[in-house]
C-alpha cells in the first residue's frame, strides 16, 4: 500500500504545532520482571514521521555541529518525514557505523543544541536516528558492503569495542585485509560487557558482527595483544598498519578503609558476571544482589546501570551515593545553548527504583569507609556530606547506610598501561608514549605517538577510542574509529577516499 505521506512536502511549521512526544517505555513494573530494553517495541514508528517534520532545517544546524560523527540530521528528519526511509538510511549510514548503538545509548548532545531547545523541546532526534537504523535492518537498506577488490594490505585492530569495530568495518570496506584481536571470549568490548541487555539487547551486536564478517572482517578472540598470548611488536611486524582501540578498562579505585572487605566489588566486575547470566555462561550471578541491601558509590551511567541490575535482582534495598550536588533541573548560566549541560536527569533505571519522588540518589555524598560485621564482611557504608569545591567531608556529617553489598562506579583511569594496575605490555612492546592520564598520547591524524622519538609518531600505528581520548562515549568512540581508518588508508595509500568525520573537535558542545 502507498505510503500516504510519501510525497507531501514537509511541514516546516511543525514545530509551532506539534509537541515533543518521547519514545515510549514499557510499565516499570513489568521491565523489572525482565532484562529486556525498556522501551515498547513498535512503538516509535507511528509518532516518527511527524517528531521528525518539528525539525525546521534551520540555516545553522548546530544538532550536525554538536555530533562528533557529524550525523546529517535535518537530512534524515526531512526523508523522515517524507516516508523516505530509504534515502533517510543512506544519509544516517554515510556518517555512522552503527547507529543502532547510539540510537539507543548516545546521550544525544545534538538534542542539546537543536534549535528548538533555546527555549523550547528539541526535536527527538535520538529517536528519529533508531527509527531510521531499526527500519533499515528490517528492510534491507543496511546490508553487508564486501569491497570490491582486495588492496593485498593487512590491518591489525586491537580491541573490539565499538572504537576497534568502526575502524575494522570501515578498513575493510576499503579493500584491506582487517583482523579484529580481542582479549575477551566474545567481541563488543563495553558494549558487550558493561552496558545490560535492558538497554542493548546483544544480539543486536551479534547481528553487526556477522554483518562485518560477510563483508570479510577477521575476528581472534581470546587473544591479549602484549601478554603472552601475542607480543605487540610481532603483531605490527606482520601488518602493515596497526589501530590500537583497547578502551579506558582500568577502573578507578576508591583508596578509604575497607575496601578489600568482602562485600565491596568494582562495578564492571559486577555488571559483567550480569551479562555472563544473559549470555547463558553462568546459571546465576555469584554477585547478585537479591535480597542484599546495595550501595552504589558513583553518579555516571556505570553507576545507572548497577542500579537497574540490581533492581531486576531483587535487591533489597538500593541507594546511590553521589559525590556531586544535584544539577540544576535547567541549564545554569555558565553552560548555555547549545553546550550539552549538566542538568538533573531521571534515567530508566531511575525511574525503576520509583522516580523522583523516591530519589535513590544521595547529592553531595563522599564515601569515607566501609565498616565490617562480626563476619568480618561489609555491614555498612560509611559517607559523609562533600564540602562543596574540594569535595572533602564535611566535619559532624558521617553517617552508616547498612549494606551487604557496595558497588564502586568511580570511572575508569586509562587502559592500564601504567602504575600499579598495568596490565598489559602493549604500550612498551609498541615503544608507545602516553599522556599525563595514562592515555595512549597521540600526535596529528590519530597516529600513537613514539616513546623513543619523543614528538614523532610510531611508524603505522594508530589509536582510537578511550584508548586516547580517556573513558568517552560510544559516538566518540565511533568517530575515532571512523577517523583512524581514514588516516590508516593514507598511510597506507597515499590518500584516502574513506569518510572522517567533520574534523573531531574538542569544542565546548561535546560531552
Ligand atoms: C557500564 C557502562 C555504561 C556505559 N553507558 C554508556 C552510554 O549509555 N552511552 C555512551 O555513549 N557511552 C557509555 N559508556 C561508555 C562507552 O561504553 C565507551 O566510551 C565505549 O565503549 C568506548 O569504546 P572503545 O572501543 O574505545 O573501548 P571499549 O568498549 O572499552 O573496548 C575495548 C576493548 O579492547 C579490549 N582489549 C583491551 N586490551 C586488549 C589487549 N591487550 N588485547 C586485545 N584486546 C584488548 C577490551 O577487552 C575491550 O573489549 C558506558 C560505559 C560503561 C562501563
Redesign the pocket.
Known sequence: MADPQADRPPDRMAFLTTPRRPRERRDPRERLGDRHEVYRPGALLPIIGAQAARCMDCGLPFCHRACPLGNLVPDWNTLVSRSDWRAAAARLLATNNFPEFTGR???APCESACVLAIDGEAVTIKNVELAIADRAWEQGFDRPQPPERSTGLRVAV???????LAAAQQLTRAGHTTTV????DRIG???RY??PPF?LEKHRLDRRIDQMREEGTRFRTG?????HDLPADLLRARHDALVV???A?ACRELEVPGRRMPGVHQA?TY?TLANRVDEGDLPASPLSAEGRRVVIVGGG??AA?CLGTALRQRAAAVTQLDINPRPPARRAPAQPWPVHPKVYRVTTSHEEAGGEEAEPRVFAATTVGFEAGADGRLAGVRFAEAEPGDRRPRPGTARTLPAELALLALGFSGAGFSGRRRS?G?AAQLGLALDGHGNLARGGDFAAASAGAPGGPADGVFVA???GRG?????W?IAEGRAAAAAVDRYLRGATELPAPIAPFDGPLTA
Open positions: 545509548l548516545c546521550p586491537v580491541g573490539s569495542g565499538p572504537a576497534g584481536y580481542e582479549r575477551a568490548g563495553l558494549l558493561g552496558i538497554r587473544v591479549a595483544v602484549g601478554g582501540a583497547v578502551g578498562t564492571m555488571l551511567d556505570t546501570d598489559h602493549l577510542g578511550d584508548a573513558q568517552s562515549l560510544i559516538v568512540a
